[in-house]
T-cell receptor
Framework: KQEVTQIPAALSVPEGENLVLNCSFT??????LQWFRQDPGKGLTSLLL?????REQTSGRLNASLDKSSGRSTLYIAASQPGDSATYLC???????????FGKGTKLTVNP | DTEVTQTPKHLVMGMTNKKSLKCEQH?????MYWYKQKAKKPPELMFV???????INESVPSRFSPECPNSSLLNLHLHALQPEDSALYLC???????????FGQGTRLTVV
């Protein structure tokens, strides 16, 4: 059974700092990995999707990497801003499955 | 248009009521999903429809009844719910099962 773990559970940083969020998964037979952002009481916003054959994806100040063999992904946020404050969720899809398996998320607070 | 629209945004219902949640997407996606999210927890999959057919039912109680009238619409019919069913209900869609998922803003359901 696939399990997804996100470390740390919460992170507080000053504005302008570069930061890394971590995601690990137990079964490396994934189809893809997706990073989401969730604001309190709101839905999920897709940030980046990495296919199993890819090593990284970039969008603006965000960069996500994937090491499938070791079961790890990182989300790098450059020059953090207070507007980046949210919960960041990592989710994987197994090959042949339609199901997203989520980690518990990292709650990020960026202080002005 | 990468939007998944859910209505209503908020719903309060009694335990004897019957209500429905609605979800709509016009991206031509062939897979649609219902997730349930309790406070401070990750989303949990309830149902998946693929090409308008129910492909996954995660052992959800029968008081939740999904319906996919056409490729753009997904409903969740609610009947005789319990207070513990209070949660944020999220709809998502993807081009095909297991590809990039796009989420709606959710319906905040309170059962009294």
């Amino acid at each position: 059974k696939q399990e997804v773990t996100q470390i740390p559970a919460a992170l507080s940083v000053p504005e302008g700092e570069n930061l890394v969020l971590n995601c690990s998964f137990t079964d490396s037979a994934i189809y893809n990995l997706q990073w989401f952002r969730q604001d309190p009481g709101k839905g999920l916003t897709s940030l980046l999707l990495i296919q199993s054959s890819q090593r990284e994806q970039t969008s603006g100040r965000l960069n996500a990497s994937l090491d499938k063999s070791s079961g790890r992904s990182t989300l790098y946020i450059a020059a953090s801003q207070p507007g980046d404050s949210a919960t960041y969720l990592c989710a994987v899809t197994q090959g042949g499955s339609e199901k997203l398996v989520f980690g518990k998320g990292t709650k990020l607070t960026v202080n002005p | 248009d990468t939007e998944v629209t859910q209505t209503p945004k908020h719903l309060v219902m009694g335990m004897t009521n019957k209500k429905s949640l609605k979800c709509e997407q016009h991206m031509g996606h062939r897979a649609m999903y219902w997730y349930k999210q309790k406070a401070k927890k990750p989303p949990e999959l309830m149902f998946v429809y693929s090409y308008e057919k129910l492909s996954i039912n995660e052992s959800v109680p029968s008081r939740f009844s999904p319906e996919c009238p056409n490729s753009s619409l997904l409903n969740l019919h609610l009947h005789a719910l319990q207070p513990e069913d209070s949660a944020l209900y999220l709809c998502a869609s993807s081009p095909d099962g297991g590809t990039e998922a796009f989420f709606g803003q959710g319906t905040r359901l309170t059962v009294v």
